[in-house]
């Protein structure tokens, strides 16, 4: 089986090459300076879409516009797989653009080059067919747990919501941490660098994926209004406290 890898940014170029330790891999990306991982045969635009199995790996942002423009030239019985991180949108997208007979399937590797060099044993991988896929869906699924993943069957709108208060909240605080500055310190606690993890794990990733996150996830304007009135909620609770004797210098 001959498996097509579209897109080889930050994500496409980990992805094709740890697919490429088990399959046939092609990968394609419009951008000439993107290198092409090792073990991975670089290819044209066409030659991707002449794959049995294509997996997309571009912007949340760009997707549908890439769908509509490669649609024709993908044939029947091809297996379409998104891997963006917001399923409701790309679901809507795949179906709607996608010719009749194209079979498709939409995941989320929960996980990408920073999380996972440690190895993938536990990792969470998101699966749900979506168009005459289910016999292509048990074949994926066992696949991706016979190399250490845990797999969940999730529909997009459960997905979007879950991962609203999951990924999209950590690359939020991630921004935020990152925007005032802080900076490993001799008597940083535990806690402390576990901050700056999220800060250097979530950063490392394309300011357009935050974005995109944020714009494409129809729960996440939810998880922003509930954060920041906890903010406020115990910032209230902080100055009605009242301090005995003179208050620090500063406050």
């Not at 670089?42 to 997996?55: K, M, N, P």
């Not at 029947?76 to 998104?82: A, Q, S, W």
């Not at 209004?225 to 009242?242: F, G, N, T, W």
């Amino acid at each position: 089986m001959r498996i097509g890898v579209y897109g080889l940014g930050r994500f496409g170029y980990f992805w094709a090459g740890l697919l490429s330790r088990y399959f046939e891999v092609w990968g394609y990306s419009r951008s000439s300076s993107r290198k092409t991982p090792p073990g991975v045969k670089r290819s044209s635009e066409d030659e991707i879409l002449e794959c049995e199995v294509i997996f997309f790996a571009v912007s949340i942002s760009s997707f549908k516009g890439v769908l509509q423009r490669v649609r024709d030239r993908i044939k029947p019985g091809r297996l379409v797989i998104d891997t963006c991180s917001v399923k409701v949108f790309p679901a809507k997208w795949m179906e709607s653009i996608l010719p009749e007979g194209v079979k498709i399937i939409a995941s989320h590797p929960m996980f990408g080059p920073d999380s996972a060099s440690s190895g993938l044993v536990g990792l969470p991988m998101i699966l749900w067919p979506l168009r005459d896929s289910e016999r292509e869906f048990e074949y994926w699924r066992s696949f991706f747990e016979e190399i250490g993943l845990k797999v969940f069957k999730m529909e997009p709108h459960a997905h979007d919501r879950e991962a609203a208060f999951t990924q999209g909240i950590t690359h939020y605080l991630g921004r935020v941490i990152a925007d005032l500055g802080l900076k490993e310190s001799p008597i940083g606690t535990l806690g402390y660098k576990k901050l700056l993890e999220i800060m250097t794990q979530t950063c490392n990733d394309p300011w357009q994926l935050f974005i995109d996150l944020q714009r494409y996830n129809p729960y996440t304007s939810e998880m922003r209004a509930r954060l920041h009135a906890s903010i406020d909620k115990i910032m209230a609770q902080l100055d009605a406290i009242e301090i005995p004797g003179e208050r620090p210098e500063g406050e």
